[in-house]
């Protein structure tokens, strides 16, 4: 849905820099109409030097707000915020007690309003602005005459900088998935040509079968692991196509108990995110000894969830292998960034066994 709203409506394209000085000659028109009405209860003739004075406090800290506070918010630093809030008070409070002091010198004297105003911030002085019989007046006239205006602002730079914040972490979540992704696909390569090459050299029968389930298992690789999700059938099927291949090159020495139901429902799951657990399974298993060596793989689909439970025997005297134990590094971090609270990983090793059992929610 919002992709979809992103494609009909593009806020780049409409906010143009003529729409821009429209919008902001607007807005400082009617600013200009709410300091006029403000300041009329006043009475006088010059309180148009008020106005002005608050265009300009106004307008100093709208323009500034958009790369002071933007910066701020980019760098998760809030507490500047109160400090811009407070700054923007002495801001006012300075440039109205100094338009006071000029007015009572230059300008004659007109209505009394007008005058009792004047009073009221000169009579004790700058510091006595902050004594607590004049916080409510003082409070009054700061919102009305600058909060009001500024909030506008202050909303769209902190929306717009929350918006990068979380456009930075979309993208870098997307270039950790694929840094993950094509850590994967080469890995698992890499394990099969090397069964290949193995096959070779004894001049296996089935080498050329088994050429050509790899170019089929390296289509699939190409062009299907690109989505971000795959039918879960697919997934599947690539799996018995690299038990297959397993079991050609161990040539039945090994045994290798399998239980894959089929998938009926058009579930859907990341790709190469299972493999891993097969592929550790015979690594760590048959091919770092096989004394003693078994693997036993079973996958299920019950109440929207998949069950695959991978278990291997395990020599614990043979040589281990040197770049052991990245795939499932790899496929730890990618179900925490699909599935987050979506699954569960229980590994259980013994003497002479190793074991996961894991759930993943497909809804």
Same mark, same amino acid.
């Given at each position: 849905?919002?992709?979809?709203?992103?494609?009909?409506?593009?806020?780049?394209?409409? #906010?143009?820099?003529?729409?821009?000085?429209?919008? @902001?000659?607007?807005?400082?028109?009617?600013?200009?109409?709410?300091?006029?009405?403000?300041?009329?209860?006043?009475?006088?003739? /010059?309180?148009?030097?008020?106005?002005?004075?608050?265009?300009?406090?106004?307008?100093?800290?709208?323009?500034?707000?958009?790369?002071?506070?933007?910066?701020?918010?980019?760098?998760?630093?809030?507490?500047?915020?109160?400090?811009?809030?407070?700054?923007?008070?002495?801001?006012?409070?300075?440039?109205? /007690?100094?338009?006071? #002091? =000029?007015?009572?010198?230059?300008?004659?004297?007109? $209505?009394?309003?007008?005058?009792?105003?004047?009073? &009221?911030?000169?009579?004790?002085?700058?510091?006595?602005?902050?004594?607590?019989?004049?916080?409510?007046? %003082?409070?009054?006239?700061?919102?009305?005459?600058?909060?009001?205006?500024?909030?506008?602002?202050?909303?769209?730079?902190?929306?717009?900088?929350?918006?990068?914040?979380?456009?930075?972490?979309? $993208?870098? %979540?997307?270039?950790?998935?694929?840094?993950?992704?094509?850590?994967?696909?080469? @890995? &698992?390569?890499?394990?099969?040509?090397?069964?290949?090459?193995?096959?070779?050299?004894?001049?296996?029968?089935?080498?050329?079968?088994?050429?050509?389930?790899?170019?089929?298992?390296?289509?699939? =690789?190409?062009?299907?692991?690109?989505?971000?999700?795959?039918?879960?059938?697919?997934?599947?099927? &690539?799996?018995?196509?690299?038990? $297959?291949?397993?079991?050609?090159?161990?040539?039945?020495?090994?045994?290798?108990?399998?239980?894959?139901?089929?998938?009926?429902?058009?579930?859907?799951? =990341?790709?190469?995110?299972?493999?891993?657990?097969?592929?550790?399974?015979?690594?760590?298993?048959?091919? !770092?000894?096989?004394?003693?060596?078994?693997?036993?793989?079973?996958?299920?689909?019950?109440?929207?969830?998949? &069950?695959?439970?991978?278990?291997?025997?395990?020599?614990?005297?043979?040589?281990?292998?040197?770049?052991?134990?990245?795939?499932?590094?790899?496929? !730890?971090? !990618?179900?925490?960034? @699909? /599935?987050?609270?979506?699954?569960?990983?229980?590994?259980?090793?013994?003497?002479?066994?190793?074991?996961?059992?894991?759930?993943?929610?497909?809804?």
């Amino acid at each position: 849905m919002a992709s979809q709203i992103e494609k009909s409506f593009s806020w780049e394209k409409w #906010y143009t820099w003529h729409v821009r000085v429209i919008c @902001h000659v607007v807005f400082w028109l009617l600013v200009t109409l709410l300091y006029y009405l403000g300041y009329s209860r006043l009475g006088g003739d /010059y309180i148009w030097v008020f106005v002005v004075k608050e265009l300009f406090v106004t307008g100093s800290l709208f323009y500034s707000a958009s790369w002071i506070i933007s910066t701020w918010v980019s760098k998760g630093r809030i507490y500047p915020l109160v400090l811009f809030i407070v700054f923007a008070y002495l801001w006012w409070l300075a440039w109205t /007690y100094i338009t006071c #002091y =000029v007015a009572n010198y230059f300008i004659p004297e007109s $209505d009394q309003r007008f005058e009792r105003y004047l009073g &009221f911030f000169l009579n004790d002085g700058f510091l006595g602005l902050f004594k607590l019989n004049k916080a409510g007046t %003082l409070s009054i006239d700061f919102i009305t005459m600058v909060s009001i205006p500024l909030a506008p602002k202050l909303t769209k730079v902190l929306l717009e900088s929350s918006m990068k914040m979380v456009k930075l972490e979309r $993208d870098n %979540l997307a270039m950790e998935l694929n840094f993950l992704k094509s850590q994967v696909s080469p @890995h &698992f390569l890499f394990n099969i040509l090397n069964s290949i090459y193995r096959m070779s050299e004894k001049n296996h029968p089935e080498t050329p079968n088994t050429v050509l389930q790899l170019s089929n298992l390296v289509r699939y =690789v190409l062009y299907q692991v690109k989505d971000d999700e795959i039918l879960l059938l697919k997934e599947v099927d &690539f799996i018995k196509n690299y038990i $297959d291949l397993a079991k050609l090159r161990y040539g039945g020495k090994v045994p290798v108990e399998t239980d894959i139901a089929d998938i009926d429902e058009p579930f859907k799951i =990341v790709p190469l995110i299972l493999i891993p657990f097969v592929e550790n399974a015979f690594k760590h298993g048959p091919d !770092r000894s096989r004394n003693d060596a078994w693997v036993d793989i079973s996958l299920r689909v019950a109440d929207d969830k998949l &069950f695959l439970s991978v278990k291997n025997g395990v020599n614990h005297t043979a040589e281990k292998s040197a770049d052991g134990g990245v795939g499932l590094q790899n496929v !730890r971090r !990618r179900l925490e960034l @699909h /599935y987050p609270k979506r699954h569960s990983l229980d590994i259980t090793e013994t003497n002479n066994s190793y074991g996961i059992e894991l759930v993943v929610n497909l809804k």
